[in-house]
């Protein structure tokens, strides 16, 4: 089954304003960052309804070099592309700390939506605050072609 990036972006938006919550991934009453991406996932179908992400502590990546995000997204068949060929609905991960540790989703209008501790939940950025942060962009399996 396909589903059409529209489709996942309209899912993602539709999770605007739940709050932040550490380890959750419940759209209207909290989420993290990974709980909003893996969510969003399940709730259109690109993972299973009984999908469990691997738990980690909330500050994990400030003294450990674990790419738990990276393990996982590659896990569940996503494949980093080349920024020049980043499109709405792909995932883009960025590096606070000494890994990989905070996830979001282009929308087209080139912001991210993302779920964001200190804006205490699901927002959309111009993705300022991650200016500067190596990150990596993921194309996710079961999602439609990009267009170009």
Not at 52 to 81: D, K
Not at 100 to 129: R, Y
Request: glycine share 10%; with cysteine; hydrophobic share 40%.
């Amino acid at each position: 089954m396909i589903i059409s990036r529209a489709d996942f972006i309209k899912e993602a938006l539709s999770w605007v304003g739940t709050p932040y919550k550490s380890l959750q991934s419940c759209k209207g009453k909290g989420c993290d960052c990974a709980g909003f991406i893996y969510g969003t996932m399940k709730n259109v179908g690109l993972l299973p309804a009984d999908y469990m992400p691997p738990r980690v502590s909330g500050q994990w990546y400030m003294h450990r070099t674990n790419e738990v995000f990276i393990e996982e997204l590659t896990r569940v068949g996503a494949v980093q592309i080349p920024d020049m060929d980043t499109r709405p609905g792909d995932i883009v991960s960025f590096k606070f700390g000494r890994a990989q540790s905070h996830l979001t989703i282009l929308l087209p209008t080139m912001k991210f939506i993302h779920c964001l501790a200190s804006a205490n939940g699901v927002v959309i950025t111009s993705g300022a605050e991650n200016a500067g942060h190596a990150h990596i962009t993921w194309r996710l399996p079961g999602l439609s072609a990009p267009e170009a």
